[in-house]
């Protein structure tokens, strides 16, 4: 009995880490599918590397009327918090869990007088060829939903 337990334990906990989708490469914003302002120019990409439990999230933006850039953070998937700022010197903290095949990233934004929160959940296709991000902000400036969609490259 004991036996027939813990094989039906080792079979659960395999069967939850096969939901975990590849999220490793570079992906590319499809505007036509995404939530962006009309008339958008530039290139949105994320460059992915997963290896559980670090996440390293590169960010590129190309093209448009702004400047390229790019910008990294690394995160673990472990649910513990990761402390970053910004240049303004807001401060940001995430953190980043899978929740059966969904990656999610929860962040509260401590701004001088506001505090903003985020909830960010990557889900991806079957094939695996898109990671749609959907994105709920809350907050003092308001609440907003957005969706990104991404196509492997």
Excluded: H
């Excluded at 953190?95 to 990656?103: G, H, I, M």
């Excluded at 509260?108 to 889900?123: D, F, P, S």
């Amino acid at each position: 009995m004991l036996r027939s337990l813990f094989l039906s334990l080792l079979l659960a906990a395999a069967a939850t880490a096969q939901t975990r989708p590849d999220v490793n490469g570079t992906w590319k914003q499809d505007n036509t599918r995404s939530t962006v302002r009309p008339g958008t120019k530039y290139t949105y990409w994320n460059k992915i590397e997963y290896k559980d439990p670090n996440l390293t999230l590169t960010t590129m933006f190309t093209g448009g009327d702004r400047p390229d850039s790019s910008s990294s953070r690394t995160y673990t998937t472990d649910g513990k918090p990761t402390v970053s700022s910004d240049r303004e010197g807001d401060q940001f903290t995430t953190t980043v869990k899978w929740e059966a095949n969904a990656l999610i990233f929860e962040t509260v934004e401590k701004e001088r007088a506001n505090t903003l929160t985020t909830r960010e959940t990557w889900t991806s296709s079957a094939d695996g060829k898109t990671l749609t991000k959907k994105i709920q902000r809350t907050g003092s400036r308001g609440d907003s939903d957005q969706t990104y969609v991404l196509d492997k490259q």
